[in-house]
């Protein structure tokens, strides 16, 4: 995979499999931001792990459950790179309750992150990709989509 020249956003990329997805689209040449919420420790890791293979990756801290923090996030990195050719949206939360159980602030976390926060990246990326006419949106989804824990 070739990916020189080409600029990716990578959501909830400080840990996990959006860890290692912003380090392979890094390694294979892509110039990688990726966005996380609140574990700057992660982030900083991951920034060192890929500025140590010599690879062009950036942090930044955005919440997808922001619509304006998404569209200021987006149009800098397009600004920076030239437009957006690879959007991977891997943020995702879980609240493993019992349906009885989940309270109202589990309910409206998990729909804003894992719903919502998917539109606000998307919907700031689209005009981007196309005035390009190119682009890429990878949308990953967890097991727990199909079969909750409890």
Known sequence: MELKGISAIVTGGSRGIGRAIALLLAAEGADVTFFYL????AADEVVAAGTAAGS??????VDIRDSRACA?????????????DILVNNAGVIRDNPLAAFDDDDVRI????????????????????????????INIGSVSGDKGGR
């Open 110 to 137: 998990v729909l804003d992150t894992n719903v919502t926060g998917v539109f606000n990246v998307t919907r700031a990326v689209v005009p981007y990709m196309i005035s390009q006419r190119k682009g890429r949106i």
């Open 38 to 41: 609140g574990n700057a420790a």
């Open 72 to 84: 200021e996030a987006v149009e800098g990195i397009a600004e920076r790179c030239g437009g957006i």
């Open 56 to 61: 062009r990756i950036a942090a930044l801290q």
